[in-house]
């Protein structure tokens, strides 16, 4: 069984910082591939930024410059830094993180449970 725990969520005003984490635990052999994933009301879920297991790292257009993903091996630890936030970066954000159970198992995805930002005045 694998477990992902998010936090970091919250309102904050337009301009302002937030970080998001997710943390992965329970049975796992290797991770591979991480990331964060956002969903506001009436859209689809869309890519915010990916990190992969050399650290290579990939954005949306619209948070390159402002948001930061990076990643902890040591804590199985995905991170986003989110800068100069602004009030259409409003969403439930997922993280996703691709987990390998065992030696004898292929990289399945995982979802956290999402974690509400909200960007208002």
Known sequence: QVQLVESGGGLVQPGGSLRL?????GTIFS?????????????????VATVGIGGNTNYKEYVKGRFTVSRDNSKNTVYLQMNSLKPEDTAVYFCNVYIRESSDTYYQGHWGQGTQVTVSS
Request: some cysteine.
């Open 21 to 25: 984490s997710c943390a992965a635990s």
């Open 31 to 47: 991770i591979g591939a991480m990331g964060w994933y956002r969903q506001a009301p009436g859209k689809q879920r869309e890519m």
